[in-house]
């Protein structure tokens, strides 16, 4: 057998958490132990959870040693796990405890050199934040040096300045600067982690994203892989989330260093989601010709097993999704097949690790038979086994039998718990205790509306309330927010509602990308089609009111607009920062195909931008979710005042600016 | 009249947007037109509302423009308002409209110079960020000159440097380089601005909080103020918001610089709330000797006339609160009554700009004759008006006759609308249904709990589905969330429930404090003792169930544990990041009076802790709030991941770890 036909073999006896088999530790150490071998060890922490860390860095550290190879490194702040965010503030404990346990793992090191992340304190009185980003070098029983962070991202869904002081030195300093290292105290030593003659180069995460030729714009003025570049090989420790299109650019990043400084780069990533963020692994190693050699699995955990400099290596293949080429600078056309993939395993990783991490089990959703609560079940039944999902069917007298039987099809075909039960008669109460009241209100306040969302939103938050009273009823068990980003970004969720949850597994998906996906699962799973056609077909309408015209009930897209513009809008804005005026000349992929007018263009987005900035209050609240397309609205990944809902988002012309300031 | 009697009569006719009176306008141009009169426009603007914040500065350009000042004075950011967050990067169309706004601004000025802040935008491939928070120097009509923050904090609710760029330059550089400057393009100018002869200093906000003499620990290794130590008077434009224990800092720090510096200091203070953070006003100036000879009124628009070289200026008073010594280093005491002046008008505050930036006028909550509701209710009366809040007991079967005539009481008191609507029938339907649910659940799952939460939960969250449903049916209505921060720290609140709403006042109020500020309101509004005693009195509960003990309605310090060492460990963790062990050792206040077994401590520490951790979620759902203590749990000033819900808080002892890794 191969050394990763062997691997695999470890890999799986390790989640299974058995200990491996002599005789195949045998066999791979035969290989290995002739020198020059490395492991990257792509694994996934927990925030903050030291014991739960160690211990899988622990029984990495073991099996590198016993396969006898130079060198195990692992991802970046891998003790701590990435991001711990403002924890390490106000909890300074869990850093000094990082301390303890980083020293225990030193001990158990032996031959094989440890590369681990960690949080490292700094002095009381230093200047600067309180914290480096740090790894430790691990040898022979002891911390032998240490490599420090400099280039901090605050962008998106990083922090890292918040906390964190950007080093003052690039490479290896002494094991004596731990928790001392200031600018005034740089020791003038070797740089570089010399291991058998070969000189290695250490950076974390972003510090090897900023080289002057390969970016047009450069983030930092600093260039910390410039500075190693002496090195035989360059390591570098990450934590770097997958999002739409960054994969792409990423390698070829990568790539570009290895093939400019002639060397070759190891790259070891995170794997997990850390509540929103979920990163993709994919640790990989060039060649000094800027040639991949080795790639691990995207989304799984892995021990990948290489050697750089004869170019021993296996290149795993890429989630599709992720390997769709950066160049490929086409407008927006409303494919996202070569997307979906990497959307399946993003999202399936972020519910599998938010649930485990937080120590549920069980999810309970509304099945509506619609398109986003359908999605969701076949996620959950994916991400958590399908005995651990129910699906209730809560039909209200606006509800058609075909909801009801999509619904009850679609969990059978998933093999998910299913119930059937009617809101109606919480409805009916809560509407008549509502006019009561009502009736009270208005004769103090004259403000009263003629046409109120009220009986749609009763209708919403009855079905949470089922779903939530069941949550709090079974142990483990939590319930799940549908909402779509498309409606998201309209506001077009109930409060307590539909958008209300434990977790909103499709938060980060606009729907027109659900309707692709929905296709993707039923080609893509093991069972085949277990989403019904029609569901798929179906037009979007939650089924909570009539439309007077047409006194059927009221479709999505007219209370909107069509979610092809709409979904257009949103790419649009988060890919290219369009404004109003941008948005308005062009040509949208839908007036290609649907004649309008320009009147129902302004007409539409109008009512976007209205809409986008009244909904910001329920962005605030959204429950945790998966940050999937290449921005997002979640929390974690952008802020803006909800009180800046007077924006002006179409601009001025100097007359009008001239007249009001008169 | 004197200056400021003149003065305060402009600045109400400005308030009730009125043109002041040019009798008034000519008297006291006869007083500043001798020159050296500056003005201190201590403005209230709206996150991204150019217009609306463009049209106030104008207002104060023009008025100083006809009382013949040297100099008006704007806040950090004036015209974008602060802080205007990731709103920028995804936006830039803003960004582009306020150069616009500016220059127009520019042109309406003549011979008073006026000094307003904004976003200014970089070249596109500059290196770094692609903003600078800077301030324009406007006169004659034109932009003269640019200044720009150097340092950017980026700690609880401060992000400057996500989309910021740091300024590579202090002071002030030539109107060519708007939009333009760059590291390598500094322009050799005078860093000074000079009106008649004397030499201004210009800084915004953090540039002046790095000074290495008066801070133990510096963030920075710049000193801007160190840089434009040439100045005859240093002038700083901040946005900083009010915590607990801020102002004497800020206060010595300022006086310090101008002591050290023998020059004056002016300082120009934003007042207002934008989201949940609320900032004082209190724009101050310092003579050369560092002694206060001008300060603005806290929390309030103001537009402050002072002469620094003549020291001409009034000191209005301090909102009590903000003058407490900061080195009165005392240990914890529950005493709040020094902090209540403060809190009461921070919230208030924070309350009126939340409702009137988004368009709201009316609030309402359930008050349920507990304490939370009723503060709540007091504070919504004052910030909106009583005809504006409508208060609705809802009372269920466990709600005591006592609890309904308090509320009653209460709103009588207050003048605020008031009914009263039972939630029973919701209740019992909600109950039915739910049980027919459960029973067809558990014949699949087997986790169904013996004694669960179910029924506190349907209670709460029938009140928050009436509040919501007024909402809905009322224009420019929102209900209020009513929790507060010790039960928040302890997730003791209902999702979709009592911690629901479109505003939670006194998310950050700690239940001891809570106790204090009633009283306090009882004593300090115009109408005495709104708060009838027995609400006060009673013990906190939230009549969910029963206590089996007792059979009466359960206690919420039997639930939890006694709020005074509850609220002890929040503040202890808050403000001296105390670990547990620390904990442990430390005598709180609540054991001088009450003998308490180690056991007894530990087992409440043990809660404290396990109930934080699965909080995390609860505080991530949480609505707008105001923060009002030094440290929050307010998502803009602390965030933690959700899945940290494992960190284990004792720490463990090397020999567990060796174990562990063993």
């Known amino acids: 057998m191969n050394l990763y036909t062997l691997s695999e073999i470890i890999d799986k006896k390790f989640s299974h958490g058995e200990i491996p088999p002599q005789n195949i530790i045998e066999e791979i150490r035969s290989i290995t132990s002739k020198g020059g071998y490395i492991g990257l060890a792509q694994i996934d922490p927990t925030a903050g959870n030291l014991e739960f860390n160690a211990k899988k860095i622990a029984k990495y550290i073991k099996y590198s040693e016993k396969i006898g190879l130079d060198m195990v490194i692992f991802p970046e702040l891998a003790l701590m796990g990435y991001p711990i965010e403002d924890t390490i503030d106000r909890h300074p404990l869990i850093v000094r405890e990082n301390i303890k346990w980083l020293k225990g793992l030193a001990k158990i090191t032996k031959n094989t050199t440890a590369i681990v992340g960690f949080v490292e304190p700094r002095e009381k009185d230093a200047e600067g934040k309180r914290f480096y980003n740090s790894a430790a070098i691990l040898q022979n029983g ?26 003052p030195v690039v490479g290896v300093q ?257 509407t008549d205790c509502l006019n009561d009241l009502f009736k009270v209100v208005e004769t103090k306040w004259d403000c009263r509306y003629k046409n109120s969302f009220t009986p749609d939103n009763i209708q919403a938050r009855s079905r949470a309330m089922f779903l939530w009273g069941i949550s709090n009823e079974f142990a483990s068990c939590i319930p799940i927010a549908t909402s779509d980003k498309s409606e998201l970004y309209m506001g077009y969720a109930t409060i307590n509602g539909d958008m209300s949850g434990g977790f909103a597994p499709i938060a980060d998906v606009p729907k027109t990308k659900l ?62 920062n369009e404004s109003y005026s941008d948005l308005l000349e062009a040509e949208f992929v839908y007036e290609k195909k649907n004649k309008i007018s320009k009147e129902q263009k302004i007409e539409w987005l109008d009512k976007f931008y209205r809409r986008m900035s009244t909904a910001l209050y329920k962005w605030s609240i959204l429950p945790p979710s998966v940050i999937v397309e290449s921005r997002s609205i979640n929390k974690s990944d952008y802020r803006q005042p909800i009180t800046s809902s007077k924006i002006n988002y179409k601009g001025v012309n100097e007359e009008e600016i001239a007249n009001s300031l008169l």
């Open 174 to 430: 002494p094991v004596e600067t731990l928790g001392k290292l200031s600018r005034e105290n740089i020791q003038p030593s070797n740089k570089y982690l010399e291991i058998n003659g070969t000189k290695y180069g250490i950076s974390i995460c972003e510090d090897c994203w900023n080289n002057k030729e390969f970016f047009e714009k450069n983030l930092y003025d600093k260039d910390p892989i410039e500075e190693l570049k002496e090195a035989d090989i360059f390591i570098n420790c990450s934590a770097s989330p997958t999002r739409a299109k960054k994969e792409q650019l990423k390698h070829n990043m990568l790539s570009f260093i290895s093939s400019k400084y002639k060397k070759p780069m190891i790259y070891v990533n995170q794997v997990g989601a850390i509540d929103n963020i979920s990163f993709d692994g994919s640790s990989r190693v060039f060649n000094s010709k800027g040639e991949l050699i080795a790639r691990a699995k995207s989304f799984e955990e892995q021990f990948l097993i290489v050697n750089p400099k004869n170019e021993t290596g296996k290149i795993y293949p890429l989630t599709k999704g992720l390997e769709k080429s950066l160049t490929e600078q086409k407008v927006f056309t409303l494919e996202y097949e070569s997307d979906l993939e990497r959307t399946y395993k993003t999202i399936v990783q972020g519910i599998r690790d938010y649930f485990s991490k937080c120590g549920f089990k069980k999810a309970v959703l509304g099945l509506s038979g619609g398109l986003d609560s359908t999605v969701c079940a076949v996620l959950l039944a994916d991400a958590l086994g399908k005995e651990n999902v129910f699906g209730i069917s809560m039909p209200s007298k606006l509800t058609s039998k075909e909801s009801k039987s999509d619904a009850k099809e679609l969990a059978e075909n998933l093999g998910i718990n299913f119930t059937e039960a009617s809101i109606k008669p919480m409805v009916d109460t809560t």
């Open 515 to 576: 309707f692709a996906f929905a296709r993707w699962l039923n080609s893509n799973r093991e069972e085949k089609n277990a989403i019904p056609e029609a569901i798929i077909l179906k037009k979007p309408g939650a089924e909570l009111a009539i439309d007077p015209k047409t006194g059927k009930t009221l479709n999505a897209e007219d209370a909107l607009m069509p979610y092809e513009f709409l979904d257009e809008i949103i790419w649009r804005i988060e890919n290219k």
């Open 142 to 167: 002891k911390i032998t040096g240490i490599v420090r962070k400099s280039l901090l991202p605050t962008y998106s869904e990083f922090n890292d300045y918040r906390y964190i002081e950007p080093s």
